[in-house]
């Protein structure tokens, strides 16, 4: 069975939007997205916190460690961690 970061994102079962977000910067596997950063995902344009918690349930489901990021509402600037 293939290891689950070498999984193409366009067959990870993520949104058609967020795997065309990912992959126009050179992010194409789910290894390639567990290297980055939060703050460097934050930055890509219209990648927010609701593509972001995409990114830990798909992290969440395949039981691939998360590498630390969270959800912070804006509300009551809460954290909330998956």
Known sequence: MKN???TALANSGMSVRTVNYLKEHKVH???DLVKLKQEDLLSIPN???QTLQEC???FDRLKVP?????????KNNKKTKS
């Open 66 to 74: 998360n590498p630390g990021w969270e959800i912070v509402t804006k």
């Open 29 to 31: 596997t789910i290894g």
């Open 56 to 58: 830990i349930d798909l």
């Open 47 to 49: 990648f927010g916190e």
């Open 4 to 6: 689950s970061r070498e």
